[in-house]
């Protein structure tokens, strides 16, 4: 293995900044910081404490969009146990909330202010995943929270197929009727794409059928409109926000990290994972644990492509 090589990889991985930083997620919170020491670091760490007094000073200075996917306690063999938050823990945090004043509002009101001033929170579910309509229903109505899940529109009543090609465990997600049921009980929907396609990835073509499409075939099956959209994977770029606007969303959520105010861009929505200082540490060690591993796979495809040109350069020479 020659030095070079393993400059030219370690500057990589650093320009990918996997670095803890990046990791946390703190980067794309507040960029004037940027670069700060550890003390800024920490606060910016335990900003994403659920209800620590960093994350209430944070709530202040906009609305947070709560970020969750299921309710219930996370089954065995599940590769990512802190997308799960059990019944007793949802509950403690909607009364953490309740108490500290907080009242829910919908994401059409979520960034027209300086600040939060009417102390609003949106309490959204990626992925219509059938625990939630289980579990939550009854937690929200206890706390008279309203809440908005983001549907795979190709996907209702069938299970989490990305994730299960991934190697996940499977997870039933909401029928039709229990999305009537979730409608009638005050609560909204949003689309999350037809397929869960990694929009970025997409040809602008694929990328218009998952978001035009999913949007046109919930408002035909729930007879409401769809004004909220869910990147899947949290993944965007200028080509799939324009198509969003194009297609009438009046906003979009995005997995960066912050709260949002009159100066968030309506189409790049900031949301916020609730999480335990425990399991704020297991989301960052699974987070680096899969950052390590794609580098790791990454550098290996590097090396066999190279390796492969080589290959092809030596059989260019022979033919010459
Ligand atoms: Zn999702």
């Not at 146990?81 to 309740?98: C, I, W």
């Amino acid at each position: 293995m020659n030095i070079n090589w393993i400059k030219a990889e370690t500057k990589l991985f650093l320009r990918k900044q996997v670095v803890i930083v990046d990791i946390c997620q703190v980067e794309s919170y507040n960029h004037q910081k940027r670069g700060g020491s550890i003390r800024v670091i920490a606060q910016q760490l335990l900003s994403q404490v659920f209800l620590s007094s960093a994350q209430k000073k944070l709530f202040g200075d906009g609305v947070p969009i709560l970020a969750y996917h299921s309710v219930g306690n996370p089954p065995p063999g599940v590769k990512n146990p802190y997308l799960y938050v059990t019944n007793a823990e949802f509950d403690t945090q909607l009364a953490q909330l309740r108490d500290a004043g907080f009242t829910s509002t919908s994401l059409d009101e979520c960034n027209g202010f300086r600040g939060n001033p009417h102390s609003h929170v949106v309490i959204s579910f990626d992925d219509g995943i059938r625990n939630v309509f289980d579990n939550a229903l009854v937690v929200l109505a206890r706390h008279q929270f309203r809440a908005i899940q983001f549907i795979i529109s190709d996907l209702i009543g069938r299970r989490n197929e990305w994730m299960i090609a991934k190697g996940d465990i499977p997870e039933p997600l909401m029928d039709q009727h229990q999305i009537r049921d979730w409608l009638a009980a005050g609560h909204q929907i949003g689309a999350h794409s037809a397929t869960h396609a990694q929009l970025v990835c997409l040809s602008p073509a694929q990328a218009r059928e998952e978001i035009i499409g999913s949007k046109k075939r919930l408002e035909d099956l729930f007879g409401v409109p769809i004004n909220h959209f869910c990147y899947p994977f949290g993944g965007y770029n200028p080509v799939v926000r324009d198509i969003v606007v194009e297609a009438g969303y009046r906003t979009a959520c995005t997995s960066k990290f912050g709260v949002n105010n009159a100066l968030t861009p309506p189409h790049e929505l900031r949301r916020i994972a609730p999480l335990s200082p425990p399991k704020l540490l297991g989301t960052i060690q699974h987070r680096a644990r899969a950052r390590i591993r794609s580098f790791g796979w990454n550098v290996l495809r590097r090396k066999s492509l190279l390796a492969a040109s080589v290959h092809t350069a030596s059989l260019s020479d022979l033919s010459n």
